[in-house]
């Protein structure tokens, strides 16, 4: 399987970009998330003219973010820069919007934006409406400002089978954060499959034809005799676990069926998140109460909430042997790429996943 990356945008993203293709990674992807993050474009630009080979991804944006036309100028304002290496991820804006304290966007509005994405990408007309207003647009720069002769690969967030089918209609890889289950990818790609199948193809695209399948997770290799659940596995980890708990916090009271198919020590651990961040489930500013370090490496205080439950969905800790047999039941369902998010030692848990996967 191959190996991949997400990292944060902020000063100095470039030189991890550049040790993960000395490590021989096959991609770097930069989380847009713009008010607890840097901002993804600035930072894949100095990571395209710092590298030469590894792909770079945007992971991901949103209808809901950026306009058709903003977004569009960003991604082949990128592709020339690094042409043919770009990776434009698209979805619906769960955390993104969650930070604003604003739900996310539907999966038929990330399907019309993922169209005329495409569209300007490939330097074709478009229609674009703003309300009542229609207008056919296009790229009217001269020169190599951007690039659309060259192919941008499309992915779309998927955890369940809408978002999924909107990549087959599409024609699009998936990329989901945080799914391990076997089971769940082969419905994924069965819903894309199906999809794909009941939609013409778009002779003129040239968008990359590839439609490849990325999972998003964290790794923790045990060392011998270190228990699963340790204090550096819960470090290791905790972002993805606290990611999820501040999600079913955050939508308890206008999204229960989520909070509601949790276990009951999970729905224990998500009350006990929001009394320790001094908020509620009902009240307007939860967002800037549990979403400060979005995706950061977690505070010790919080290494009680990182239930072992949760870190064993949601992320690879175990012995070497372990974590290679998990990987291969991954790819055996039709992922393509394992990508790490490493908050501890970014270099040092780039480099274990390399030595992992060769």
């Avoid at 902020?10 to 840097?38: C, I, K, R, Y």
């Avoid at 779309?156 to 945080?178: D, E, H, N």
């Avoid at 205080?301 to 290679?324: E, H, K």
Wanted: net charge neutral; with cysteine; hydrophobic share 40%.
């Amino acid at each position: 399987m191959r190996a991949g990356v997400v990292v944060t945008a902020q000063p100095g993203v470039e030189d991890l970009a550049v040790q993960a293709e000395e490590l021989g990674l096959h991609s770097f992807w930069v989380n847009d998330t713009p008010m607890v993050h840097g901002d993804a474009f600035v930072a894949l630009s100095l990571c395209a003219k710092a590298t030469s080979r590894i792909r770079l991804g945007i992971g991901v944006t949103s209808p809901a973010l950026r306009s058709v036309p903003a977004a569009a100028g960003g991604f082949t304002s990128l592709n020339a820069l690094a042409p043919g290496r770009i990776i434009c991820g698209v979805g619906t804006g769960n955390s993104a919007r969650r930070t604003l304290g604003m739900r996310p966007t539907t999966a038929a509005t990330v399907e019309t934006f993922t169209a005329a994405l495409q569209g300007l990408c490939a330097g074709r007309t478009i229609e674009y409406r703003e309300g009542g207003r229609v207008r056919d647009v296009r790229f009217l720069h001269a020169g190599g400002q951007v690039s659309t002769a060259d192919p941008i690969e499309f992915v779309v967030a998927a955890l369940g089978p809408k978002a999924a089918a909107v990549a087959g209609r599409r024609g699009t890889g998936l990329i989901s954060f945080g799914l391990l289950d076997p089971t769940a990818w082969h419905a994924l790609h069965d819903a894309r499959r199906n999809a794909a199948r009941r939609t013409p193809r778009d002779p003129d695209s040239r968008t990359d034809p590839r439609a490849d399948s990325y999972v998003v997770t964290a790794l923790h290799i045990l060392d011998e005799d270190e228990d699963p659940h340790s204090d550096a596995a819960r470090d290791a980890t905790g972002h993805l676990v606290l990611s999820l708990l501040a999600f079913a916090a955050d939508t308890a009271a206008d999204t229960p069926a989520f909070a509601e198919r949790l276990g009951p020590a999970e729905r224990e651990t998500v009350r006990r998140l929001l009394d320790r961040r001094g908020t509620s489930a009902t009240a307007p500013d939860r967002h800037t109460k549990l979403y400060p370090n979005y995706l950061g490496r977690i505070a010790p205080q919080d290494r009680d909430l990182i239930l072992p439950s949760l870190m064993n969905t949601l992320a690879l800790v175990g012995t070497r042997d372990d974590l290679r047999a998990r990987i291969t039941t991954l790819q055996q369902a039709g992922v393509d790429e394992l990508l790490i998010q490493p908050v501890i030692d970014p270099p040092t848990e780039m480099a274990q996943l390399a030595k992992l996967l060769t």
